[in-house]
C-alpha cells in the first residue's frame, strides 16, 4: 500500500517521537498504515495539513476488534486453501453472473456448491444457479467455470471488506484520511512510540599552537538513533532534542461507554406560579456569563482566529533553545534503512581545556581523580551522556558528561591519580555563644561546630595540586579556615598543595546557630549550676540565676527537715503503738496499775512531742511555700 513518505523525524529523550509526511497527492483519500500500540498517541496528536488548495475532510480508522469479531457480521468468510469455492458457498442465494467457456455466460441466484471428493476438486465441484425470469436450474462444472460477477451490491460490499479486514495485520491498524477530489500537497505530523536517542562525545587533547598557548580539546558529539519504522527513511530531516517535555500514554483508541444510572419517571403535582420578573435581567446576566465561561473551543477560536493560529503554527527554532528543550537540527538528511540504526554529528568544536586534580571523598575516597574542565562554548547545550578521553593518540579514560547548558563549566573525570593519598578526619563540638534568661526558661545559643582534616601524601617526584571537595550544607559557615580557591553549586573547593614525595593537610571548620530553652527548674540546678562560670551570661542574669539557686538551697534545707520531722513522727508513732499493746496486758491495780499509770504518762508526753512537730511541719511548709513564691517572683511569674 503506497504511503506518504516520511520527510521530518524529531526524536526526544522520554520514548516518543514526532513523525511528519509530506508529499503531493492525487485522490480522495490516502490510508496510513499503523501499529496497534501508536494508535492512542496518533490519535491525540494526529494534525493532517492540506497546503494547497484542497481540504482535510475526516479521519476513520477500524474499532479495536478482533480479525473474527469484526467479520461476524461478514456474509463471506474465505479460507486460504480453497477461497473460490468458499466464495461460493457465501454468496448463495445472490444474484451472479457466470462466467463460461466458449463463451457462455448464466445470470440468476446462486443455489450453492456440490463438491466431489476427487483429487482435483475444481474439475469434479459443480456450480448450479437458478436463472433470472425462469424457473431453470442450471448446473455446470466447476473447471469450465472463468469468472464470476457479483451482481449483488452488498455481496460485492462484503467480500470488499473481508478482503481489507484480511490484509490488515493483527498488529496494525489502518486510518484513512478523507480528502476533497482532486491534487494534494499533503503533510501528516502525528507522535508515536519511538526508542530514545542517545549521545556519545570524544574529547581528543589538542597541543597547544605555541608557547603562550594553552592546553585546547576539540569536543565531537554524535546522535545515535534507531530507524524501527516498517520502511526505510530516505532523505529524512531530523532533529534530536534535549530535555524531557510532557508526555503521558491516554487511551483514545479503546471504545468505553460508561454506565448511566436508572432514573425512574417521577410523579408531579401542579405547582403554583412562580413569578420571574424580578429576577430575570439577574438570571440573564448569570446565564449568558456560564455560557461565556463554558465556550467549546470551536467558539473560542472562531472569536479569536489568530491568536488560535499563532498558537498552533509550527515552530521555527531549529538548532535554538526552546524553553527547557534544546532542538539539534542535523544539517544534512538521514537515509537509514528499515532495521537499522546510525550516528549523525551534533557537536564540533576546539574549546579552552583546563587539567586538574580533584578529590570528592563521597565520589571516590583515597585518591583525587584527573579532569579536564572546560567551558561550554559550543552555543549548543549539551546532553548527558559518555565522553572518551584521547590524549596524543592514545585512549586515557572516559567519563560521563552531565547535561550542559551553554556557558556552563564542563568538568570530565577521566582517571585516577594514584600517586596521591588522601586521608580525612572529623569531628564535632558544641560551644555555648550567648546565654539570657527569658522568664521561666534560660535560652542557649550554641555553636554546632564541625571539623575536617584533609591531609595529602604525593608519592610522585613531581609537586601536586589537589582541589578538596567539601560539601556545602544549609545554615552552616567556615571560621578559622582558608578561603576556598571556588565553589560550586553544592560545594566549596580547597586548593592543597603537595610537594614531590612530600605531604600537606588543611583543616576545615564550619559551624551553625542552634537554638533551644532549657526551663529553670529545680530538678535541673546541677545544669544551671554549671551555666553561672560561662562569661556569655552576663551579669544580671548571673545575679538572678544565683538568687534562684540560694532560694532553692533553702528550699532543700527546709524540705530536707521534714522529711526529718515526717520520720521522727513515724518513730513516735510505732512506739505509741506498741505501749498502748502493753496496756492492754496491765490491771489497774496494784504493781500492774502504777506500771499503767506510767505509759499513760509516756503517752502524754509523746501526744505533746507530735503537737509540736506537726507545728513545725506547718511552719517550715509555709516557708517553703513563700520561698517558691520569691522563685516564681525572680522568674517572672508561673511557667
Known sequence: MPQLPITRMILYKHGVGYFERRAKWSGDRITLALRVEEMNDVLKSLTPIDWGDGQVLGVEYATPQEREERLTGCSVHLNDAQSLQDLLVSLRGRRVELHLDQGESWRGLLLGLDRTPEEQ?????????????????????????????????????????????????????????????????????????????????????????????????????????????????????????????????????????????????????????????ERLLKSKARRQTTVEANMPPLMLAEAAPAEMMEATAPLQAAGKALGELFQYDITTPVTVGRGQSAMAPIVSARLACSKALIY????????????????NATGVALERGPVTVLDNGSYVGEALLAFTPTGGEIVVPYAVELGVTVYEQRDSASQVRTLALRGRYLQVEEWDIRRRKVSLHNTTDQPKTVLIDHPRQAKFTLFDTPAPAEQTASNWRFSLTAAAGGEAEVHIQERRI???????????????????????????????????????????????????????????????????????????????????????????????QLQTLATRIVQLRAEITALNASVDDLLGGQA
Open 360 to 375: 570528592n571523598g563521597a565520589q571516590l575516597s583515597d585518591h583525587p581523580v584527573a579532569t579536564l574542565r572546560l567551558t
Open 514 to 608: 542552634i537554638t533551644r530553652r532549657e526551663e529553670i527548674t529545680a530538678r535541673r540546678r546541677d545544669s544551671f549550676q554549671n551555666y553561672l562560670g560561662l562569661s556569655q551570661l552576663t551579669q544580671a542574669d548571673r545575679t538572678q540565676m544565683q538568687r534562684v539557686l540560694g532560694l532553692w538551697t533553702q528550699i532543700d534545707a527546709r524540705e530536707q527537715e521534714v522529711a526529718a520531722i515526717e520520720t521522727e513522727r513515724k518513730q513516735i508513732y510505732q512506739t505509741q503503738e506498741q505501749v498502748r499493746a502493753n496496756m492492754q496486758a496491765l490491771s489497774t491495780t496494784g504493781k500492774e496499775g502504777t506500771l499503767r499509770a506510767s505509759y499513760v504518762e509516756k503517752l502524754e508526753q509523746s501526744e505533746a
Open 121 to 277: 476438486p475444481l474439475a469434479g465441484g459443480l456450480v448450479s444457479l437458478l436463472l433470472d425470469e425462469s424457473s431453470e436450474v442450471r448446473c455446470a462444472a466447476l473447471g469450465r467455470l472463468q469468472s464470476v460477477t457479483i451482481v449483488d451490491e452488498q455481496g460485492a460490499a462484503d467480500l470488499r471488506f473481508f478482503l481489507q479486514t484480511a490484509l490488515v495485520r493483527e498488529e496494525h491498524n489502518q486510518v484513512i484520511i478523507r480528502l476533497t477530489p482532486g491534487e494534494h500537497d499533503l503533510s501528516v505530523g502525528y507522535i508515536a512510540p519511538a526508542p530514545t536517542w542517545r549521545v556519545s562525545y570524544r574529547l581528543v587533547l589538542m597541543p597547544p599552537k605555541g608557547e603562550t598557548d594553552g592546553v585546547q580539546a576539540l569536543l565531537m558529539g554524535w546522535g545515535i538513533f534507531d530507524n524501527r519504522l516498517e520502511e526505510d527513511m530516505v532523505d529524512v530531516q531530523l532533529s534530536l532534542v534535549a530535555g524531557m517535555p510532557v508526555s503521558f500514554v491516554y487511551d483514545l483508541y479503546t471504545p468505553f461507554t460508561p454506565e448511566r444510572p436508572e432514573v425512574q419517571e417521577e410523579q408531579r403535582t401542579v405547582a403554583r406560579p412562580v413569578m420571574l420578573e
